[in-house]
């Protein structure tokens, strides 16, 4: 592709901020938390913000963020449409919620759900079926990295998903702008955040890993970091050429930092990168 010169260097794509509530919550903190959010968030127009909650919540969600700059979506997705499956939730359940997103293969999900690569594909799919927007995340544990095996793992996490798609659902997935999210485990929750230039480093390689399936829809798709994003961390990983925005699991929950991680998406856009 020809890019004009002026933006040769320059970040196309948009920042992504998307919060990841986990289990935490209720209607009284939940509707404190998304009024502050709205009122701090309304003014930043050069980036996309998301918060995916809990889904008994996802009703409070919609009534307060319609008609706001914020989406919502769900933390999960089952694979199957409908049927006797308690306690799962279906693809067309969040879309009937107003959810336009949906944050997949969470590492939670993997280790204490024991869900795999396989149902992470097969979740994948369901979403993009429905016209949910996937999240997929993937990344290494400690040991995985120790041991020099991150590409290995994350290769194998995103060869599942994208040897499951068929051109067709590869192009739905690409018209519902599909978002990866690399999360490295040990970084998740720890405190611990990855360097710039190890984000940097995996976020290049699932770009080249997109690239060997489509090498124009690989410049497109949104990578997101996320394991202990924080305010005073957002602007050294989002300003990494490959970083575009984060996932946010605790610092979401408080408004202060939320409004200021978004700050950092919303201003880097203006100065760096294309705003829509
Ligand atoms: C997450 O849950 O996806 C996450 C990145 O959590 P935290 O920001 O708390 O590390």
Sequence with gaps: MNWPTELIGQKMRRNLVVGN???HGNMQSNQLLLNRLIKG????????????????????????LENTNIAWGGQNVNQHEQGAFTGAVAANMLTDLGCTYVILGHSE??????????????????????????????????????????????AGQMDAVLASLGDKEFAKAMELNM??????VWAIGSGK???????????????????????????????????????ANAEELFTMPDVDGGL??????????????????NSLQASTCLAE
């Design 21 to 23: 509530w986990k289990m």
């Design 41 to 64: 968030l309304s003014g930043f127009k050069n980036a996309d913000y998301v918060v995916c909650v809990p889904s008994p919540y996802l009703f409070q969600a919609r009534l307060l």
């Design 109 to 154: 999900r993997r280790n204490l759900f024991y869900e795999n690569n396989l149902t992470a594909a097969a979740r994948f799919d369901a979403a993009i079926k429905a016209g949910l927007t996937p999240i997929m995340c993937v990344g290494e544990t400690v040991a995985e990295r120790d041991a020099g095996l991150t590409e290995v793992i994350v």
């Design 179 to 184: 978002v990866f999210a690399y999360e490295p």
């Design 193 to 231: 955040t990855a360097s710039p230039e190890q984000a940097q480093s995996v976020h290049q390689f699932i770009r080249h890993r997109i690239a060997r399936r489509n090498a124009e829809a690989a410049s497109k798709v949104r990578i997101i970091y996320g394991g202990s994003v924080k305010a």
């Design 248 to 265: 946010i699991g605790g610092a979401s929950l408080n408004a202060d930092e939320f409004e200021a991680i978004c700050q950092v998406a």
